[in-house]
């Protein structure tokens, strides 16, 4: 059937967002049992119907790929669109796995945008199965959404997905960032504080909404970040060959390795001698080890957009021995301006659970933003009240 | 306080081809007598008086119309300009009317037939305008000399940065200082020119109270840096009360200060960047001081600066003798030489000596009290139409004029973007606003700014139209994404504007690009 259709997947969570309302962090894991017992709904159907609803127009320009029942294909028939259900075990409750099997299906079936209505967890979900072969777009719908796939609003993403299927050249895809809240964090003990770290989990694809922007004092449009493009080639140009370099995790340090040449992974540590990969996604120990091993080396950070820790949170292998092995000064933090820009105040934390090594990180430290520019942010220690009066 | 009725505005819309597209081969405006034959026995024949080496060897392709033709057609592009006799509160530019005595005044020969290269003598009343603008611009700042030949405020932020250069250069030191100091929140010309100079920039970034802050700038200066390049306020509207000891840390280290006075409204008689210690400063005559703005063409950044680096200013400088005559004096072995043709725009020197003799020093306190009041006014009244927040609602000290507001909350419920406002509001008679300079940091943002120009009237009207945008949004979504409606021309289809092959800003460009489709 309509091979010259554009194939849309849909994927509901049916429970994301269901955390929000009772207190809890997300309806990840067992929080889901807990969050029905609390007396919570499903929204994100809801969010997906008011969604899908400007599509009317246009129902005989796509086909929607979804799984079966509340999953999608019941919101996408509901509004009469053309619509293919996709095999699924899942049976009441949904789980992770579902949604994974339902998305590698639909790219099987050559998907060309994926829809779906969710949160940072439905998001690292499809991402874990499908990485960045088919652009992503998340409508709005779960507790946390950190991650870079979400449109502003249910409406916002209706009309991205829009644009797409009249003409997906006029749609720019980039990579943005999957982020979710650190595991050790999403249950009990800290649920009393208000912020949550995340986690970096890797780059996916989404449509990039902001397409027509231009005002009447500038023209210019967002075409990426050519700043740290050029600050990037720079970094992998000058290179000391008797040096030995250390990438942090993300996609601004993983763009050095990648004009190298190397095959580095993004959501981890890498290491590079001689322009060489030494090392890939390494634990502490390994990296302790390749620090014995070459000696001075540099360590090269990212800022993870709305991470708010520099160290300590999904980078934990870089932990307070590494960074004293390496020394702070030869530490070089890297971010597009724009990050930076969004970030207000620009503070970032250290929790390296070492108060001589933290002290030594803390202040403000220079951040690369292209060659010969430059901004700063203040690096904090939180509060350790118990740590000080054992000092003590 | 009952909104104002939206006016039933509608712009003039000609739909005309370009001029290239019209008219009819052979016809013409006015059609000359041929050249009698006594007078070519005389002097020959016209065509001989040109140079052979200048002549062209084919017509150049132009238009051939009859005079009204030609007339009719530029009136109607005269009506079609869109905005600026609207009312336009555009944020960071301080827009103000240009009074027509002042216009009157340079359209007359003995301005605007005067050149530059005339014997001194025969300049001695445009000298004497220029060096007492000079003079007013000194009592201002507390600066020692001011030059004009910047033809805008980054031109101005440009000679500060070469200045900046010949300076260090001088003392041995250029190869060391090679960093400049600026806040993210300044103008971007200060990086921008920073960078073009040859110097890296460190940008300081914004922090809780509403500016950078000094444990950021001692972090940064070192005996790297060349200067500091900041504006006070800067586009968040709240002045730095740090400034004296952020001049003072970067003077210890050796660096230069200027202060780039693009948002000097507010502060009119009330600060004196000399004795604040800044080394230099900037003014935009072709705004704070009631000249006209024009797409980088008849604009005047004043540079001025203390008596040290006077040795560096962009030469001629006009000087006055023992004999209180006027002399231009050409600039001096340290001078950084031209940044701009002769002494200026003059004609905006002049319309800015106008403006300010007529405004007095108590007409320029005034109209600082009233500007800051304006702002200050405007923020209470947009704070209270649902979808507008404050950019950074954390702020919550008293502004000296604009700051960033944003519809992030109206587009997440609506859909509806800043850019869709910012077409629809022209619908109803006002200019489009400012949104922000890049990258955004705030969603959606908006810049509105009113001068001491607009009347409460005015100021209401737009507040009352954007309410009433807003509120379409939520009816009528539709309306407000599909805008404009009422002006010249409709919404637009930007997706091209970064592909060169989808337009043409010449009509020879035109022609290359789209050859099938000549006329």
Redesign the interface.
Known sequence: MGKDLFRLGLIINPVAGMGGKVGLHGTDGDLYERAIQLGASPLAADRAAQSLFSLKEISEKFVVLAPPGAMGYEVSKILGFTTESIPSHHQGRTSATDTQEAVKYMVLCGVQLILFSGGDGTARDIYEAIGDRVPILGIPAGVKMRSGVFA??P??A??LVRSFILDAK?VKVHQVEILDVAQEHSLGENSNSTWQPSRFFGMAAAPYSR?????????????GDVGIDELAQEIAQSLNPSRLYLFGPGATTHKIIQILGLEGYVGGIDAVFNRQLVGKDLGEHEILELLTRFGEATLFLGVIGGQGFLLGRGNQQLSAKVIDLVSPKNIVLLSS??K???????HLQVDLGDLEIEAQLE????VL?AP???????VIVPKRVEAKEEAV | MSPSKMKNYRAASWDEPLVMQMGSEGRRGAILPSTEPGIVEVVGKGINLVSPSMRRDRLPILPELSEFEVERHYIHLSQQTMGMMGVSLFGTCTMKYNPRVSENLVYQPFISQLHPLQHEDTLQGVLEIVYRFDELLRELSGMSKFVFQAGGGADAAYTQTCITRAYHASRGQLGQRNEIITTAQAHPSSPATAAAAGFKVITLPLEADGYASVEALRAVVSSRTAALMVNNPDDIGIYNPHIKEWVDIVHEAGGLCFYDHANFNGLMTRVRAAELGFDACMFMLHKTFGGPKGGGGPAVGAYGCTEALVPFLPGPLIKKDANGKFVLEKEGPLSIGRVREFWGNVPVVIRAYAWTRAMGAEGLRDAANISVLANNYMEKRLLEIPGVTKGLPELTKRRLEMTRYSLGELTAETGVSTLDVQNRMTDFGVDAYWLSHEPWFIPEPFTPEAGELWSVEDIDYWIDVLAHVCQEARDTPEIVKSSPHNQVVHKMDGSGLNDPSKWATTWRAYLRKYPDRTR
Not at chain 1, 340 to 346: E, S
């Open positions: 502003y609003s409406n916002t209706g009309e006029k397409e027509y922007l231009q005002s009447a004092k500038s023209m210019s449009s967002v075409q301006a724009e930076i820009a969004k970030l207000f105040p620009v202040g403000y430290r220079e933003v010969g520019r430059s901004t700063v942010c203040r």
